[in-house]
DNA sequence: AACGTCTCCGCAAACGTTACCGATACTTTT
DNA sequence: AAAAGTATCGGTAACGTTTGCGGAGACGTT
């Protein structure tokens, strides 16, 4: 016999339909829904018991203790007894306890991890600050996660976005080159959240940025191949959507001026320098009738492409051309006769943008509007030292 | 007048101390204490409030709704009308609403986020795996955290701790070259977390194992050295706690014996190749009585720094010492005559180990003992290739 | 006796979500 | 009509911590 859980009546009672697989009852006289469910402590329940990760609760009823006693002990917090502490932390090792780090997290509303979103992982540029930053990060307690936004605005909000969800406490970012609408900036400086930029960087939105001093390090390396006798000096620069690359060009245009040498469009080509795309570009400009005596590249794997086809079509390098390329890459150092370039402190770039930010995590107010300009350094090689 | 918040008593009431700072009173009637606290809401409790993210409930407030209605419109869930999902999104939009990550994997216990702990950043070994990796999990929507272990057994430990404590879903490993216990690794398959291992791996445990086939390899590279003429074949290996160096000197072993060189133990060295360790070891060998006519080393770096030093010594390559590394950095095509070395699939390495995690994550059982072996290729350049 | 101080510990409210179980109001079928 | 079906929504217990606040003594001091 069905009885009304409400009143009590048992006759009355009327069939109502199914609800996810029971039957559903009305009770005429209170007019009362309800669904008699038998028990079903079947395979289904029990299958569907999770592991379980043994917790502070655990701890404490073992103990016969409150939570709040063990989870003093563990911290470490006063108001606890020698006693208790170390019967606290015998069990926990005893029950192999591990604390849940999502649980703290979510009362203490911070994750003690640091998030970086970089444009590449191609270029050893971005994994050399990637291990200066995880340096100071790691030695401060913190953890650090990683995200590519692969060039693509698009993937960078997505990912910015996640790191929101996922409450960084901080934020270190290179723009994409696609990237100039910053919205999805602006959200962590409203959220309290401190975010550092550092290589692509973009002067709209107020917040700490860490560059290099591009314009000198281009301006010293256009002058040292001029001061090398070159005259017809091409540029190889990157997209002009990124500032680095405006900053490398202004840079060029100013050393070429400073010495007299004419500044001809057809000299310069800007775009994103994958390994195909600088081959076309080293074909066009070692095909030019007036051909350049020397070329100034963005990045030192455009800027090697370019010796090997020189190479091939005999060209001699440093007398006929030269060549300096940006960042130092591994490989530049031991190529023929050695690549001039300008190196990047990238570990130092890494440790300051995350000592920034750690800074930052703790700071009253995180609306700061300064650049911290790192120094490169020039170093000559055989690419571009010929006797004038 | 004060009166007893238990038996409502108004006389009879004694003071009774203070407890953090406020007064205490003591019925003496039912012998209770309580104390009197003056409401504060002064300064401190406006100061102490924190900064406020919009949250499912404040979404579901505003719109008069359950807030399981707003969690299920957010997720596309079924059982709710077209027009209420609409709401709630446009007011999620409106509010700025982003999801707490924090609480979804508390409630979820799961994380998305797979976990990588690598031993070192300097060789360009390990960060390309984690491009690998990378490119995998976020394709499937995963988080990627790394650490670093800094080839030290403790900081293994202490990273292994963070990771479980951050309740990762699954972990990428390489071990240090001290790690020779290995509890703290057992602790994930106790936990159903699965755990796979890459180029450094050990058999003491059962879990599914990454690795090239070093033996194979280094067979290969010193067959192709004896094959060039080369007699006297020096071996720069690792230390030999680690599995790899084992192997690549038992490939090195094997070789030679098969073409009945002689196996000399001044000829082997087993160590951390550091650079400096490289010119140490290197120095030792070039200027053995009876010289080695080849070398093969065990990672590229160190068979570059042998090459400069017998470049200063004035020592031809390839044609009085051969030289053959292991692992094709980025600047081994392009020194000397170019270095002859074994390449690893470092990209496939990364890609192995995060489809299988993938794969075990949401797997029934977690406890493989399988190994994939991936395959390398002999680069052969000049450093190695003479006239016989 | 009356009050002050100190130590040790427990209660319960957050933190923000999800998901199970129902509830309500309909329409449709028997 | 009674029963069944459907669509939409709400209540609430988890998930595992931390922490503010206060209770219960013990002991010391006027």
Redesign the interface.
Known sequence: MIQCVKCAQVDGIMKAGYVRGKQRYLCKWCNYYFTHSERDDSIQSLVKR??H?TTIIDVAKSLGVSNSTVSRALHGHADISPETRQAVLDKAAQL?Y??????Y??VK?R?N?IGMIVPE?QN?FF?NV??GA?EVL?QAGY??????SNESYQVEISNT??M????IDGLLISLTQETNNFDHLS?FA???IPLIQFNRVCDQIDVPKVVVNDFEASFQAVEHLILNGYERIAHLGGPLTLQVSQERLRGYKAAMEKYGKPIKDHMIIQGMLTQQKARIYGQYLLDLAERPDAIFAVNDSSA?EIMLMAQEKGISIPDELGVVGFSD???S????PGLTTVRQPTLQIGHTTAEWVLQLVDAEDIIVNEKRVLSTELIVRGSSRRRV
Chains 1, 2 share one sequence.
């Not at 591990?98 to 649980?103: F, K, M, R």
């Not at 929101?164 to 409450?167: K, V, W």
């Not at 150092?333 to 023929?336: D, K, M, S, T, V």
């Open positions: 999770k592991r990760q192999d591990q604390p849940n780090q999502l649980a997290n979510l509303s994750t991890t992982f050893q994994p990637i291990i995880h790691t953890n650090l996660t990683i995200m590519q976005k996640a929101l969800a996922n409450r959200l409203k959220r309290g090697i890459n591994a490989e150092a031991y190529i023929g």
